[in-house]
């Protein structure tokens, strides 16, 4: 069974400060995503990484894919309040089933 | 482009109750994906259909769970009968089709079953 791993679980940080969570599995993904979810909201994409050692930039947000496509990070810099919301990876397995992580809920305090 | 609807939003059963859910996807979408989700989990998928049929069902506990798309466009989910655990979050998803496209996720159905 295929199984992706999040941390931290929590996050609490103040406005401006930088952070990084991270997705690990011991499979092979042929591509991975990262989800934002908000509160009474479904999950909204916000990047598909495909290669290993794939690097994608979002504004302030920087997304990874590791060399052997078995994990992710995602870094946020001068985090805001805007950014708060639970992080969800998804890979996609060779079978083309996309598995989630159980995510990293951050709370950015103003 | 309207996204991808769901209803009720909120849903109170008892156990043993039955209930069904309804989705209806984003136009044009051939994959529509049926997702549950427990409090501080991911989604976990049930069922995944291409048109009117079902690609993937190996997580849907299929004496309680049953899902239909009969005309390849909206879609219901329904429990029956409905157990204490089956409480969470009932997402619906939609995509162009097979392959690295983006989901579209609706807003869910959240069921408190007591």
């Known amino acids: 069974t295929q199984l992706l791993e999040q941390s931290p679980q929590f996050l609490s940080i103040q406005e401006g400060e930088n952070l990084t969570v991270y997705c690990n599995s011991s499979s092979v993904f042929s591509s991975l995503q990262w989800y934002r979810q908000e509160p009474g909201e479904g999950p909204v994409l916000l990047v598909t990484v495909v290669t290993g050692g794939e690097v994608k930039k979002l504004k302030r947000l920087t997304f990874q894919f590791g060399d052997a496509r078995k994990d992710s990070s995602l870094h946020i810099t001068a985090a805001q309040p805007g950014d708060t919301g639970l992080y969800l990876c998804?890979?996609?397995?060779?079978?083309?089933?996309?598995?989630f992580g159980p995510g990293t809920s951050l709370s950015v305090i103003p | 482009e309207a996204g991808v609807a769901q209803s009720p939003r909120y849903k109170i059963i008892e156990k043993r109750q039955s209930v069904a859910f309804w989705c209806n996807p984003i136009s044009g979408h051939a994959t529509l994906y049926w997702y549950q989700q427990i409090l501080g989990q991911g989604p976990k998928l049930l069922i995944q259909?291409?048109?009117?049929?079902?690609?993937?069902d190996s997580q849907l506990p299929k004496d309680r769970f049953s899902a239909e798309r009969l005309k390849g466009v909206d879609s219901t989910l329904k429990i029956q009968p409905a157990k204490l655990e089956d409480s969470a979050v009932y997402l619906c998803a939609s995509s162009r089709g097979l392959g690295n496209y983006e989901q579209y996720f609706g807003p869910g159905t959240r069921l408190t079953v007591t």
């Open positions: 998804a890979g996609k397995t060779s079978y083309d089933k996309v598995i």
């Open positions: 259909f291409q048109n009117n049929g079902v690609v993937d």
